[in-house]
């Protein structure tokens, strides 16, 4: 494993594997064991300006390649990751503390995507349409955007650089990705040596491993990129839109969530209970998915808490390396830091801790509040952490309301008897996704991501991909003459 972050410890600039000239290093940590993984030195500005000249270059071969070539391309990736699952899923527990479980979900996204994204080479299509004018004939060609800058988060990076990086590649754009400085293998590096190793023509892919207080916007500013895909917090997030505005470049955004599961008084609650400890815990809550809070209605709350309580109690804290465990490590000890006040805050605001989860090193055991003020700013935020808020409602109506009391609408869930119930529900929920009788967290290859306020703009998956990472030209052909007015 040392060897294998020391492999990639480096910027991919170009084809090349090479030093970056900053004046320091990002270190990547361990978030359980505080073990030092690798050391990187920043890309400057200037690696930047290399990396999206490098792609620029590249580019224009790579949209003129048979898409059927571009196919074997991605072929090729998922089978890199296929060969190397098992090395790959232990960087994961190694680099951000995923579970052994949570290794294995990322993964098997990983693998979908990729799969998704080798079928999307083949997708694009134009279209002849019809003219008012007598002898014309309109075609409309559905190009790539030419170079496309990524931005990856921290909590599922090797998924989530992938979902955006293999569909803008299969569309014959190149890329230029940044993962967060947090997993700069699993997010970056490693994604490159997977393409590098499936055969991808050099420039195509290029990654630096850096920092905003190095680069400051260049990485948005730089005028080859047409499009930024940025995976993350809503702060930054409306500060790349700003940039990207400022630039006429197009912005896809995923960022945070808020997300509210709804327990009506018909649900089957022992499901319920489960969908809900598996919606709010995976991953030591640090997913924009889960479920924040926990609506449960009056009639069912009783039984609903007692049970929630009992199975959230039984989830086992420690290392992300043992089968065995369901919580593992914050990314960070600023992050168990801020998890941990929140909580002491909330609670000494008057909620009541059900559970109590207390803070060593990066772990933070799971807490589960309920007795919240309905103005207490805890209801409204994102909490990426081990902390499930239990609020109580009386009918749907009720429901409804405090699930869009907040600024953000990514995901969601309804648990109830009655399936058309369930999608009334639904309906009246402000996000972008729902789920009817399941947990928050989901994502597939063919179903548009996205949210609503401010939980991000634009849609990935599917056919949103061609939205996301094509553009389109319309060439006009005029048979005979066309008559002019002067």
């Not at 900053?22 to 200037?46: C, H, M, Q, R």
Request: with cysteine; charged share 20%; hydrophobic share 40%.
């Amino acid at each position: 494993m040392a060897s294998f972050f020391t492999d990639l410890a480096q910027q991919y600039v170009d084809g090349e594997w090479r030093t970056g000239k900053g004046s320091w290093d990002i270190i990547d940590f361990n978030p359980y064991s505080g073990e030092k993984l690798a050391s990187i030195t920043v890309a400057t500005a200037e690696e930047v300006d290399q990396a999206y000249r490098a792609a620029e270059r590249a580019q224009p071969q790579w949209a003129d390649t048979n898409p059927y070539d571009r196919r074997t391309v991605l072929e090729k990736a998922l089978r890199v990751v296929e060969e190397r699952e098992q090395e790959i899923g232990e960087a994961i527990v190694a680099e951000l503390g995923g579970t052994r479980l949570k290794a294995g979900f990322e993964l098997h996204l990983a693998k979908e995507f990729l799969r998704e994204a080798a079928m999307l080479t083949l997708t694009p299509t134009g279209q002849i349409l019809p003219s008012p004018t007598e002898g014309k004939e309109n075609r409309v060609y559905r190009l790539p955007v030419g170079v496309v800058g990524v931005v990856s988060p921290f909590n599922f990076p090797f998924l989530l650089s992938l979902k955006s990086v293999a569909p803008a590649l299969a569309l014959g754009n190149a890329v230029v990705l940044k993962p967060h400085q947090s997993t700069p293998v699993c997010g970056g590096t490693l994604i490159a040596k997977v393409f590098e190793e499936a055969g991808l023509p050099a420039g195509l892919l290029n990654v630096v491993v850096t920092d905003v207080a190095e680069i400051g916007d260049s990485l948005l500013e730089h005028p080859v990129p047409r499009v930024i895909s940025f995976t993350g917090s809503d702060r930054t997030g409306r500060h790349v839109a700003r940039v990207c505005a400022a630039h006429l470049k197009r912005a896809v955004l995923e960022l945070g969530g808020n997300s509210a599961l709804i327990v009506l008084d018909d649900a089957d609650v022992d499901y319920a209970v489960d969908a809900a400890v598996f919606s709010r815990y995976i991953h030591q809550g640090q997913v924009c998915m889960a479920a924040n809070r926990i609506l449960v209605d009056r009639a069912v709350e009783r039984e609903f808490t007692e049970k929630f309580v009992a199975r959230v109690a039984a989830l086992r804290v420690g290392d992300p390396a043992d089968p065995a465990t369901h919580i593992g490590p914050l990314i960070s000890s600023s992050q168990a830091d801020a998890v941990s006040r929140l909580v002491d805050e909330t609670v000494a605001a008057g909620a009541t801790a059900l559970l109590h989860g207390r803070a060593e090193g990066n772990l933070v055991g799971p807490s589960v509040l309920t007795g919240l003020a309905a103005d207490s700013p805890v209801l409204r935020q994102e909490i990426f952490g081990p902390v499930a808020l239990l609020v109580p409602f009386e009918g749907e109506d009720e429901a409804v309301r405090i699930a869009n009391d907040t600024p953000y609408g990514l995901s969601g869930a309804v648990h109830t008897g009655s399936i058309e119930r369930g999608i009334r529900v639904g309906h009246r929920i402000r996000t972008g996704m729902i789920h009817v009788n399941d947990g928050t967290v989901h994502d597939e290859p063919l179903v548009p991501f996205g949210g609503e306020k401010n939980s991000g703009l634009g849609r990935l998956n599917g056919a949103s991909m061609l939205e996301a990472f094509t553009t389109q030209k319309w060439i006009s052909v005029q048979h005979g003459r066309s008559p002019f007015p002067f």
